[in-house]
C-alpha cells in the first residue's frame, strides 16, 4: 500500500532550516515523493517529530503557524 503525502497544502519554506513549515519535508523530497519508495517515505513521515522540533528552534516564528 502506498505511504500518503504529508501534504497539508501549507506550502511555504523556512528560509533557516529549508523545511516546509506545513509538512515538514526538503523541497527535495517533495519534488521526488511520487518516486520515492514506500520504505524511504516512511522514514521522511517517521522524522517529522525531529524536524519539527529543529524547526521551532531555529525559527521560533514558525511556533505560532502549528
Known amino acids: 500500500m502506498a505511504v500518503k503525502s504529508p501534504c497539508i497544502d501549507v506550502c511555504a519554506f523556512d528560509g533557516k532550516t529549508g523545511l516546509c513549515v506545513g509538512c515538514f519535508r526538503t523541497l527535495e523530497e517533495i519534488r521526488s515523493w511520487k518516486k520515492m519508495t ?10 517529522r517529530a525531529r524536524r519539527q ?6 525559527s521560533p516564528s514558525q511556533s505560532s503557524k502549528e
Do not use: Y
Open 38 to 47: 514506500d520504505h524511504r517515505r516512511n522514514q521522511v513521515i517517521n522524522d
Open 53 to 58: 522540533a529543529k524547526l521551532m528552534r531555529e
